[in-house]
């Protein structure tokens, strides 16, 4: 099951933005909940007051004062929830660059269509089909199992591989070339592989993580760290 918010001050686009949802969720057998709201507040709220939603589609200007960027980011770095993925939509595409700090899911462009929510909903059926998948830590006859949509980053030192979470960094004794092809994950560095999802500040040479941790990009990875920051 999906829990889905739409907040958007237009009334017709919350109304089509929540029929093209239930339908995709007819055609594929998926039970879908959607909540919608006028008010970037009063979304805030319901969060607040414990609802987990899957989903949060977020018009980037909701009249007349309200800023989907700002309550995005507030989602992000004030209610600190970093799974939730967030699809800004709008009339004008020139804000989508400035919406990064919030890591959406994508950017949709008014009038949202049908074909535009299947795609979306594609995506996400992608990234959580991985990140309900563990990675398996095994230190002699114990095995933990850390879910990927918890982990941060991996990195390597001194032959050991170093799997860091919000809670703790575990370790054992692979390589991080072994970790090829994880969607959501991608390497800015010999000794790095970072979750694109708990990137909080994007530099050419360097990469600010949600925890605080400061992490290069080294000089082959560059171009391609440019243009995955670009397609976001």
């Not at 239930?22 to 009063?42: E, T």
């Not at 170093?162 to 054992?172: Q, R």
């Amino acid at each position: 099951m999906f829990n889905i918010a739409i907040c958007d001050d237009d009334l017709n686009t919350c109304s089509d933005i929540e029929k093209f949802i239930l339908l995709y969720g007819k055609i594929n057998n998926i039970d879908i909940w959607v909540n919608k709201f006028s008010k970037g507040c009063n979304l805030i709220k319901s969060i607040v007051m414990g609802e987990e939603y899957d989903i949060i589609f977020l018009d980037i200007k909701i009249y007349p004062y309200e800023f989907g960027s700002d309550i995005g980011n507030y989602i992000r770095n004030e209610l600190n929830n970093q799974i939730v993925s967030i699809v800004y939509i709008s009339s004008h595409t020139n804000y989508a660059m400035k919406l990064f700090a919030s890591r959406p899911l994508d950017f949709l462009e008014k009038p949202v269509t049908e074909e535009k929510i299947e795609h979306i909903f594609n995506i996400f059926s992608k990234i959580k089909n991985t990140t309900d998948i563990s990675f398996e830590i095994k230190n002699n006859k114990n095995v933990k199992r850390i879910l990927y949509k918890n982990i941060i980053y991996f990195t390597s030192k001194a032959r050991k591989l170093f799997v860091v979470t919000n809670e703790e960094t575990f370790s054992c004794y692979r390589k991080l070339d072994d970790l090829n092809n994880i969607h959501g994950f991608i390497k800015i560095h010999k000794s790095f592989i970072i979750n694109i999802n708990y990137v909080k500040e994007y530099r050419y040479k360097s990469i600010i993580m949600t925890n605080g941790d400061i992490l290069p990009i080294s000089q082959p990875y560059r171009t391609n760290m440019k243009l995955v920051i670009e397609n976001l």
